[in-house]
Every structure is written in structure tokens, then in C-alpha cells.
């Protein structure tokens, strides 16, 4: 046997190796079984019609509620910080983000 250092109780070590480089994502997808919640993370580029999928996390549903009540705190912190993020307004956030401008010399009028 092992001797490991014990977290006090109810606690957990978590250990993030030196090496593990971080991903950045702007883009995610959330799906679900009766047992799992899927989330697929992406970076999506203007003009580029395709999305690289950089990162998948399966979760239980008891995790992803934990995980988003968390995510809901530091949300609020983030705010009382710096301000309210404001989302921009219209059904389609990701057109308004990403949607290629037409050629030059066209014109949409």
C-alpha cells in the first residue's frame, strides 16, 4: 500500500499536471442520454464553415446540475467584478458573431 497524502474530509486533491495545455473553446453543443449529459466543445472561426470539436466532457446529470450551479456562482462573481455580460439581442447569436460578410463588389440592398 501506498502512501497517499489524505484530504481532510469532504475534500478532494486535484492534481493538474504541468503539461496540460489549456483549450480554448467558443462554441459548445450539449446533448443527452437518460444517464449522461454531452458536452462538446469548439472553436469556430469566421468565415469558416466547419468547427473542430477540442474537447468532449460526459458528465452525470447530477454532475452537470452541480457543475452548472457552480458555474452560475462564479457567473455572478464575474459580474460583480466586472461588470454585466451583456448577450447580444436575436434568435441567432452565432449568425450574428460568424456570418461571413458577402464579396466585395456585391451588394445585399
Known amino acids: 500500500m501506498t502512501d497517499q497524502p489524505k484530504a481532510p474530509a469532504g475534500q478532494?486533491?486535484?492534481?493538474v499536471p504541468a503539461d496540460l495545455d489549456p483549450i480554448y473553446a467558443n462554441f459548445a453543443m450539449v446533448t443527452n442520454s437518460a444517464s449522461e449529459i454531452?458536452?462538446?466543445?469548439?472553436?469556430v472561426m469566421p468565415r469558416v464553415p466547419r468547427a473542430k470539436v477540442k474537447a468532449r466532457v460526459v458528465m452525470t446529470g447530477l454532475n452537470a446540475k452541480l457543475f452548472l450551479r457552480a458555474l452560475n456562482?462564479?457567473?455572478?462573481?464575474f459580474e460583480s467584478q466586472f461588470g454585466e455580460i451583456k448577450l447580444p439581442e436575436g434568435p441567432?447569436?452565432?449568425?450574428?458573431?460568424?456570418?461571413?460578410?458577402?464579396?466585395?463588389?456585391?451588394?445585399?440592398?
Open 12 to 15: 478532494v486533491q486535484v492534481h
Open 38 to 43: 454531452v458536452m462538446d466543445f469548439a472553436q
Open 73 to 77: 456562482d462564479h457567473i455572478a462573481r
Open 92 to 109: 441567432h447569436l452565432a449568425d450574428r458573431l460568424f456570418k461571413a460578410n458577402p464579396p466585395e463588389g456585391s451588394s445585399s440592398e
